[in-house]
T-cell receptor
Framework: DTGVSQNPRHKITKRGQNVTFRCDPI?????LYWYRQTLGQGPEFLTY????????KSRLLSDRFSAERPKGSFSTLEIQRTEQGDSAMYLC????????????????FGPGTRLTVL | GDSVTQMEGPVTLSEEAFLTINCTYT??????LFWYVQYPGEGLQLLLK?????DKGSNKGFEATYRKETTSFHLEKGSVQVSDSAVYFC????????????FGKGTKLSVKP
């Protein structure tokens, strides 16, 4: 178990460019979450997947943002036409939801991708 | 909607002092409650959790008790160390099928030797 990994760790881009981030969850985890964290704030939920299905999207996720998890393993988050307000840390987390229930609420976080839009 | 309020920092303590970081929540249903910690330069790590009223979560000398009557989940440690310096986040997961966590703004703790 190598934990949740995210790439790249840092991304600097110019306003108007598109960026894509990748998240690799813990291998047996079927749920994957994306959050955004700005300086001095707690993480805010963006969207989550159960297997390959995107089950919920926050109102924070404008139409410039899109996320995929095509094979139920890794996920990508793309931001089109980036704006300076998109500068933040983008966090990915994963968890295991068992059909039988039980203690499955724990989300494990990756190190994040820090995006700076100039 | 659901929300978490935690005491604002920064909090500065001397080594071996007692720590309390207050956290209260607003939620419908029966949320699970969590404390996460973010050490400098590192990602969020789960510190402890409680999934029902009166449960006590504990780890690394930290404790928090799920108090439904006061809608609180205060974090405590009897004797802090310099290595405990970090940002602490209180969070809840709603009682419905949605899985996302709702976080407080975080409390920065600095422990001086």
């Amino acid at each position: 178990d190598t934990g949740v990994s995210q790439n790249p760790r840092h991304k600097i881009t110019k306003r108007g460019q598109n960026v894509t981030f990748r998240c690799d969850p813990i291998s047996e985890h079927n749920r994957l979450y994306w959050y955004r964290q700005t300086l001095g704030q707690g993480p805010e939920f963006l969207t989550y997947f159960q297997n390959e299905a995107q089950l919920e999207k926050s109102r924070l996720l404008s139409d410039r943002f899109s996320a995929e998890r095509p094979k139920g393993s890794f996920s990508t988050l793309e931001i089109q036409r980036t704006e300076q307000g998109d500068s933040a840390m983008y966090l990915c987390a994963s968890s295991l939801m068992r059909r039988s229930g039980g203690d499955t609420d724990t989300q494990y976080f990756g190190p994040g991708t820090r995006l700076t839009v100039l | 909607g659901d929300s978490v309020t935690q005491m604002e920092g920064p909090v500065t303590l001397s080594e071996e002092a007692f720590l309390t970081i207050n956290c209260t929540y607003t939620a419908t249903g029966y949320p699970s409650l969590f404390w996460y910690v973010q050490y400098p330069g590192e990602g969020l790590q789960l510190l402890l959790k409680a999934t029902k009223a009166d449960d006590k979560g504990s780890n690394k000398g930290f404790e928090a008790t799920y108090r439904k009557e006061t809608t609180s989940f205060h974090l405590e440690k009897g004797s802090v160390q310099v290595s405990d310096s970090a940002v602490y986040f209180c969070a809840l997961r709603g009682g419905g099928s949605q899985g996302n966590l709702i976080f407080g703004k975080g409390t920065k703790l600095s422990v001086k030797p």
